[in-house]
């Protein structure tokens, strides 16, 4: 066991990765020679070499491409794109060919295909570096979504993603990158993917969040207990698309009240999506109308005002209240 | 049915005027008005001041991430001084020094880098995109501008920078593709500061030089010594005038280097030598022009010192005046469309009421200090 951050959790996956499997190939803006804008690549260039821990042209949708090609000819593309604010390039490639060669080609060619991105605000970057639009690739039919939420579920996932056998936007919480570290088992650690997890058991009300939000709405969890009395149950997504149904209408069915929390825009969010599976699934057990918590329907400010964009504890709280007096 | 040549001749010039020591080339001396040069000479000095300065509130937390563009100054400048008022002027991050000379507050410039929106509202009045950080996307907005002129027949040319990174997306080859074949009025100029991040311009393109890609899209292409000012001038004054006059884009390749880190959360020494960034001090656009300016054309020790005072002072107003500047967070709302959807107006009155409850709740906060402090005296 040893305590990392999510920076050397997710380094020490794609490092098993690449021991592991010879067909692994790392490749992105700056992973090799720089070991990554946030290190997340960290010596990997030194260990395997430039063959398979590649420094890429400025060219997203040329990494996107490639993947596709590598994954045709049998390696197991494991992308990054520097920041998700440049995975625009990319979104031609996956989703007219990453999301659906499967399909068009009737299986005979797959895209084990996994494309990491640093995602959301909370680290004082610049224009267009803490968006949150994992909406956008939640919505995209044979591409799957996984966000996590800390370094040893991060290590675990993708693990996971990278043994898929399916392509995945893997969207790292870069808020949480360096905040806090965590135990890490020495052996490999595989999580499901599509499966989500309770983070704290409550019986109360169910919060569901996932990703950088997942602090702020555990800390809302704590501050209900302490101050409230209530004890609320935390879920946490892991994976956007495909969405665990069953964990979240579990939960929701035992503790008829639910608030959902992102950092994304409301307005066709995942939050929007987990409502939806609760009103087709759960409608008899609630107790409550279903709140969200989420960022506004606006382009995320400057740095200088984010901090008032992202969701807190406070935000969290008030809803949780708002539909405990309901 | 031969094999034969067809394209014997796909000649790419390089200019170069003033040599490191500021010796000017005689025969290729545009001879500028010695009291514009003064003034160019002023703009490059404030570039640099600037840049050191914003490294400096950076390293104390008054602002965010910094991109510096120190060594690149005669490359953004030279462009920029060479371009009329109601040219259009399409930036990329780094182009500080053409900013500065196309008429953008100082305050603005440090507003954008400390993370608000206000250093991206282009001042009333000015042909000017705001910085553009998507690499290479600017590209296409000034094809796209340069295409509006051409069908209000206005007489504008539009002058794009990008870096040499920035040619390996595909928004440099489309936009440069569809500029040349509608012979659209625009200049194209590549900042080849040698480096992408830690990607050297060798990994970045097998293309001999940068400039040369103007033969497949059809346009003229010239590689210039980036941090000879002259040389970027009238490089740039010729693409102009071409443009302007019905002739279509040119590709300027400005062969410069980045002195500085990528970003202030950058660490060069991962990926480059100190031996290469040596050998690139003395090439030093700033120390050339002041060569220059002193042997040529007066400058002084006196007439330094009266420079630099003036710019620091500018500077230091600005600073003030950037950090006095109260944005107000509910902008966000009103920015989003002409009119507020009732949705969003919904959402901006509870952010509304957050905004209220912080600030009563840092009120309560202060209470009991000042309560305290009554107490005590
Ligand atoms: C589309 C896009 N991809 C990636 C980035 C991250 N990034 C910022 S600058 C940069 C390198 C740009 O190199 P170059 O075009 O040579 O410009 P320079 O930084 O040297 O001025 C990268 C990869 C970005 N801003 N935009
Ligand atoms: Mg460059």
């Known amino acids: 066991m040893a305590k990392l951050t999510m920076v050397q959790a997710l380094n020490l996956a794609l490092r098993e990765a690449l021991t592991d499997d010879p067909d692994v190939i790392v490749f992105g803006q700056d992973v090799g020679k720089d070991e990554g804008v946030f290190r997340v690549t960290e010596g990997l260039y030194r260990d395997f070499g430039a063959e398979r821990v590649v420094d890429m042209p400025v060219a997203e949708s040329c990494i996107a491409g490639c993947a596709v090609g590598l994954a045709v000819r049998g390696l197991r593309p494991v992308a990054e794109m520097q920041f998700s604010g440049f995975g625009y390039h990319a979104f031609h490639q996956i989703e007219n060919h990453i999301s659906r060669f499967r399909t068009r080609t009737r299986s005979r060619f797959s895209m084990p295909i996994v494309i990491r991105m640093p995602f959301a605000a909370g680290i004082r970057a610049i224009e267009h570096h803490s968006e949150s639009r994992e909406a956008i690739y939640a919505h995209l039919p044979g591409l799957k979504m996984v966000i996590p939420s800390g370094p040893r579920n991060a290590r675990a996932l993708l693990r996971s993603a990278i043994l898929d056998p399916d392509p995945i936007i893997f969207y790292e919480p870069k808020s949480v990158y360096r905040a806090f570290k965590e135990e890490v088992p020495d052996e490999p650690e595989e999580m499901p993917i599509g499966k989500a997890h309770v983070a704290r058991v409550g019986k109360d009300l169910t919060l569901i969040s996932y990703g950088a939000m997942m602090r702020p709405t555990l800390e809302a969890a704590e501050q209900l207990a302490d101050e409230h009395q209530i004890e609320a149950e935390v879920v946490d997504l892991l994976t956007i698309s495909p969405m665990d149904t069953e964990t979240i209408c579990g939960s929701v069915q035992k503790t008829g009240r639910a608030v959902i929390v992102h950092e994304a825009p409301r307005n066709c969010g995942p939050a929007a999506e987990v409502a939806a599976r609760l009103a087709e699934n759960s409608i008899e057990y609630l107790e409550a109308p279903i709140k969200r918590v989420t960022g506004y329907d606006v382009i995320m400010p400057f740095f200088a005002n984010e901090k008032y964009f992202i969701p807190d504890a406070r935000r969290v709280v008030k809803a949780a209240k708002e539909v405990l007096d309901f | ?377």
């Not at chain 2, 950037?322 to 901006?348: K, R």
């Open chain 2, 1 to 377: 049915m031969p094999r034969k040549t067809i394209q014997p001749s796909n000649k790419i010039e390089y200019l170069s005027i003033l040599d490191v020591d500021g010796n000017v080339d005689a025969a290729l001396d545009p001879k500028l008005d010695p009291a514009e040069l003064h003034t160019v000479f002023r703009g490059m000095l404030l570039a640099r001041r600037l840049d050191e300065r914003l490294l400096r509130l950076q390293r104390q937390g008054r602002i965010g991430t910094f991109g510096p563009g120190m060594g690149q100054e005669a490359a953004s400048l030279g462009p920029a001084v060479a371009m009329k008022k109601n040219d259009w002027f399409v930036p990329s991050f780094r182009e500080g020094a053409a900013m500065l000379w196309r008429g953008w507050p100082i305050e603005k410039i440090i507003l954008w880098w400390g993370g608000n929106e206000f250093g991206a509202a282009t001042p009333e009045g000015q042909n000017d995109l705001p910085i553009c950080v998507p690499v290479s996307s600017q590209c296409l907005h000034a094809t796209g501008i340069a295409w509006g002129c051409k069908y209000k027949k206005d007489p504008s040319v539009t002058v794009c920078f990008v870096g040499d990174g920035g040619t390996s997306e595909g928004d440099f080859h489309e936009a440069l593709n569809f500029a040349c074949s509608h012979t659209l009025p625009a200049v194209f100029v590549i900042q080849n500061n040698h480096w992408a991040i830690s990607l050297p311009r060798e990994m970045q393109s097998k293309s001999a030089t940068l400039a040369q890609k103007c033969i497949a899209y059809g346009c003229d292409g010239i590689q210039v010594d980036g941090n000879d000012i002259l040389a970027m001038i009238v490089a740039s004054r010729d693409a102009l005038a071409k443009a302007r006059s019905g002739g279509g884009p040119t590709l300027i390749e400005a062969v410069t280097y980045r002195l500085a880190m990528h970003t202030t959360a950058d660490d060069p020494k991962k990926y480059r030598t100190e031996e290469e960034v040596a050998c690139w001090l003395p090439r030093d656009p700033l120390i050339r022009f002041e060569k220059y300016m002193r042997a040529k054309h007066g400058l002084d020790d006196a007439g330094m010192k009266q420079l630099e005072e003036e710019v620091a002072a500018e500077i230091q107003a600005a600073v003030a005046r950037a950090e006095a500047y109260q944005s107000d967070p509910m902008d966000s709302f009103h920015h989003t469309f002409a009119e507020m959807p009732a949705s969003l107006a919904a959402q901006s009155r509870e952010f509304e009421e957050y905004m209220a409850e912080l600030k009563a709740d840092a009120a309560a906060a202060a209470q009991p200090a000042a309560e305290r402090q009554m107490a005590e005296s």
